[in-house]
């Protein structure tokens, strides 16, 4: 067994690079590390940790599709998921998101967590979440994730 502790870091072929660094900084806040046109991409961090998304030019953008939907078909890149602090934080992100005309998937009461999932500029799937501290005790317990529709409900306006 390899003793993982949190994830590390995912690569995206992305069509469009600066594009999609706006995407990631601007709206989801992590910041730039390296810029590397040696290499081919643009290196985030988010908060004291280092290295968390890699975006790397597609040699041909058409050549591959990523999924369009929560479909679980196909092999390959399903989706990456960022944790938030608390519920107020996931609300707020949902209506960032929806306020820069970011498509909205679905959102979930997954009863372990709350998650919101949305794609990338170039359609890949990302999902905000935040879990209950109590997630562990849950899922030992057998969790019934029936994936409750979750509404959101402004608290000021944008």
Do not use: C
């Not at 072929?13 to 390296?34: C, D, P, Q």
């Not at 929560?70 to 944790?83: D, I, K, N, Q």
């Not at 609300?91 to 949305?118: C, E, M, N, W």
Request: charged letters at 20%.
């Amino acid at each position: 067994m390899i003793p993982i502790k949190r994830l590390g870091h995912f690569v995206l072929r992305v069509a469009n690079i600066e594009r999609s660094k706006l995407f990631y900084t601007e709206l989801l806040g992590m910041h730039v590390l390296e810029q590397d046109p040696q290499h081919g991409g643009i290196f985030l961090g988010l908060g004291d940790w280092g290295n968390t998304l890699d975006l790397m030019q597609s040699s041909d953008p058409a050549a591959e599709s990523p999924h369009a939907d929560m479909s679980l078909a196909g092999v390959g890149f399903h989706h990456a998921a960022f944790a938030v602090a608390s519920p107020e934080i996931l609300r707020d992100g949902y209506f960032t998101l929806k306020d820069h005309g970011v498509p909205i998937l679905g959102a979930f009461d997954h009863q372990s967590q709350q998650s919101v999932y949305f794609s990338d500029p170039d359609g890949n799937i990302l999902e905000i979440y935040w879990e209950r501290p109590n997630a562990v005790e849950i899922f030992r317990n057998k969790r019934n994730d029936g994936d409750t529709p979750l509404t959101f409900e402004r608290t000021e306006s944008p």
